[in-house]
Structure formats: C-alpha cells, structure tokens
C-alpha cells in the first residue's frame, strides 16, 4: 500500500539527484522549486518509488572533512579546499563567473544539490505588475493564501499561487528596491531590501541549486550564491554578507483587500510576458499548481537528506523567530489551539496572532480547499506599557484597556484606537527546515513553556 509520501515522489519526483556526485543533470519533474529548462512541466520517466529520497555522492569527488577550519573575521573561510575546487570547477564549466576564491565559512557545499532546473529555469518575475485591492482579478478566491509587504504605507500582496511558480519578484516598494521569496519545498516566505550598505542593487534569480531542500538565490551583478532561509551569502564576492529581513506576513486574500482597501495584489504574467534573462514565456498554468499534496507527504520532504530533528514532524508548520541569536519556534499544531499568545524571548514581550482561516499553498484549485492557518507576530508594548492579548468570541483585545485589535496589529476600537504595534520579524517554515538550518532551536509548543523561556523540549545538547 502506498502512503501518502510515496504517492506524492511517484507523481512528480524522479530519483534525488546530489549535484556534486552527477555526472550530468537529466530532466526530472520541476516540483525542485518549478519549471524545467524549456519553462515547462516535466512528467518523469523514471521514478524511484521511495519514502526515502535516495543520494549519490561521489567520494572522490567530495572527500571527507577530517577538520573543520575556523573562519576569518569576516566569516569567511580562510583557505579553499579540494571540496571547494570540485564544486567550482563545476559550475565554471557550465559558464557561472562566481568568485570561487570567496566561501562562507560555515557552508558545507556538500549540502548543496541540484534542484533538477538550470539557472533561470524558475523564471523571476522581474517586471511585476499589480491590481489595486479594490478592483482585483476574478482569479483571487477568499482564503488563497498571499505575502504581505509594507512599506512607508505602500503595502502590497503576492500571491503564494504565482510565487510557487516563480519564487523570486524583483520589486521597487515606495522606492526601495525589494527582494520577495518563497520557496514552495520549505514553505518559507521572506523579503529582503536588494539594496547592499554602500548602495549596489542586486537583482536576483532561482540559481536552480539548493541546501537542505531551500532555494539558493544568486545575483545578477556578482552571480554570488545566496541561501533563501538565512538571506546569506554562501559564494562569491558577497559571502558572508547578510542581506536584511524585512517583517512579513501570510494572509487569505480577503483580510488583506479588507484590511487594506488601498493595498496592491501582484498580476500573474500575461501570456506576452518574457522572462528578462532567458527570454522564455513566464506565464504558467496557475490553476494547476505542482506542488500538490506537498504538505501533507508524511515525512519524506523532497530533495533532502536529513537528519530530522523528532521534536515535531517534519512537515509541521511553525512561527519562527530568531532575537539575538536565540531561536523560537511555535508549532501550529499548538498555535490552532491557542491562537493569541503572550510571550517574552530574549527579554522582548511579544504576541502571536493565528489565523486558521487561509488555505494552504499546496491545496488544489478545484474547490477541494485545505487551511493551513497563518500568523503575524509583534511587540507587545505600546508607549511603555506591555499588553497582554487574548482572543474572545473571536475578537482580539488587551486585558490593560479592553482596546480591539486586528491580526496585522492594528487597534481598530477602544482607548488605544490607531494604535500600531511593531511588526517582529518572523516566518512560517516547514519543521524539518528551519531545523535544518537552526538545530539550535527552542520550541514552545504549550502554554507552560511561554514566557518563562523554559522549554521541556529544548534542543539537547
């Protein structure tokens, strides 16, 4: 009998491909974040019926690391090794300029691996256009997920049904140019500004490699590689470099037009529309997204090798944040119980808003809808004073003034009406992810494990 996991790598997956141990990349279906080197959907002719996604790495190839060298300064890693020469003298033969004199020091390229596309082959939206809220396309439906961007009263929606297809839009928000992300494999929605310190603009696209299963961006100015999840550089000119988190939330598509009437929603391509660097058509067939049933494939994420972390399943939705290098992960299992919590990370009072009420990424178009819930996260403390939430007859209100509030932190009624708390900023992952990249994570997951910044759960040492 099959399970759902296996159901799900028989459709679209195709035997797991490491980059570093191939000789050369076949086509395999484009569920590795989308679309193939012609821009469309592959159908595999070979399938590895597994629950269990299979590795080949090439030992000669890829030595083993008897040592782990301690980086420079700047983070990055003092000398480049046999491991470092192989990967780059791949991706010069297939005509990357990457400067490979330049690694991040905490990169293992040996987590990277081919996302089964070639560069560009998800193509970026690099020219976005948009519908004012209040006259949107007929395609929108209530609960369709989308990504909420504000900026200097510029707020703008992108749909997560175009963002699995494309996964980068290179954007000007109130003037300042702005990255926005998913990556459909980890569920990880984030954006940065594309402008370093210094004032070089980058503009970005799909690398088509990945680590961990997470998009690695690269840059048209440097063709250095970046890693989605972190918004870290990992190789050339800018390794090491931190790109900024900008806050951001996911929201159904009725709270945001209603919450924000004045608000923008990013257009699909029209059927004219030309990727700016390949020049292939970008529209794609929206209705009938690949990725699925993604969410619900039990514990068999595409294109990674593991170990999980067992605390939660790796396919469990979790708010995460990071304060000071200390890492908080809230499960929606929990957060569906409990959907106004009150807690202090790092000596920050926050809030966690839930929303059950927006339908997964990965749900089908054809009226057979799931939830997958969503959240917004923020500071908890208004003109000095620290709030404390609770959710009744489902209305948010703070117990200090009975004030009404929204799930974007906006009071709508009561003393502190206008009031705006600050975004945190934060992000819905996939468990086995976040984990992947931040093993150090406490998850809080009661009510007795808020506040008190214990957790019974917290990672082992």
Not at 335 to 351: A, H, R, Y
Request: glycine content about 10%; aromatic content about 10%.
């Amino acid at each position: 009998m099959l399970t759902a996991s296996s159901l799900f790598i028989r459709r679209f997956m195709g035997r797991r491909m490491t980059f570093l141990g191939v000789a050369a990349l076949v086509a395999i279906v484009a569920v590795a974040c989308g679309g193939d080197s012609d821009g469309a959907r592959l159908a595999p002719t070979s399938v590895a019926a597994s629950d269990t996604p299979v590795s080949s790495v090439d030992s000669n190839l890829v030595p083993t690391l008897t040592t782990t060298p301690k980086p420079n300064e700047d983070g990055l890693l003092p000398e480049v090794g046999p491991n470092e020469r192989a990967l780059a003298s791949v991706l010069q033969g297939r005509g990357w300029g990457t400067d490979f004199t330049r690694f991040a020091a905490d990169l293992d390229i040996r987590n990277i691996s081919s996302g089964g596309v070639p560069r560009d082959g998800i193509g970026s939206i690099d020219a976005p256009r948009f519908a004012p809220n209040s006259n949107p396309p007929d395609y929108m439906r209530t609960e369709e997920p989308v990504i909420v961007v504000s900026l200097n009263g510029d707020v703008r929606g992108y749909p997560l049904s175009i963002m699995t297809s494309h996964e980068i839009v290179n954007d000007v928000i109130s003037g300042e140019p702005v990255l926005v992300t998913f990556c459909p494999l980890c569920n990880t929605s984030l954006v940065f500004p594309r402008t370093l310190p210094g004032g070089t603009v980058l503009e970005f696209g799909v690398s088509g490699f990945l680590q961990n299963s997470d998009l690695i961006m690269y840059d048209r100015q440097t063709e250095t590689l970046w890693q989605q999840i972190t918004g870290t550089g990992l190789i050339g000119t800018h390794a090491a470099t931190q790109l900024e988190f900008l806050p951001v939330s996911i929201t159904s598509w009725s709270d945001f037009s209603a919450s924000f009437p004045d608000g923008q929603i990013l257009l699909r391509p029209s059927d004219t529309e030309r990727h700016s660097i390949t020049g292939r058509a970008l529209a794609r067939d929206y209705d009938r997204p690949p990725y699925v049933g993604y969410d619900s494939i039990d514990s068999s994420p595409f294109l990674f090798d593991g170990p999980f972390d067992g605390r939660l399943p790796p396919m469990e939705r979790v708010a995460s944040v990071t304060l000071d290098g200390f890492n908080v992960a809230y499960p929606y299992s929990f957060l569906s119980e409990q959907p106004v919590i009150n807690d202090v990370i790092e000596g920050l009072s926050v809030t966690v808003f839930f929303d059950n009420g927006t339908e997964s990424a990965f749900t089908a178009r054809n009226g057979n809808f799931s939830k997958s819930g969503s959240t917004t996260l923020f500071n908890r403390v208004i003109d000095g004073r620290v709030l404390t939430f609770d959710l009744v007859d489902g209305v948010i209100t703070d117990g200090e003034t009975g004030s009404v509030w929204n799930k974007f932190g906006a009071a709508l009624d009561g003393e502190l009406a206008e009031s705006q708390l600050e975004p945190v900023t934060h992000a819905a992952h996939f468990w086995f992810a976040w984990a992947a990249f931040k093993p150090n994570t406490e998850i809080r997951g009661s009510t007795d494990l808020l506040t008190s910044g214990l957790s019974a759960i917290a990672k082992p040492e």
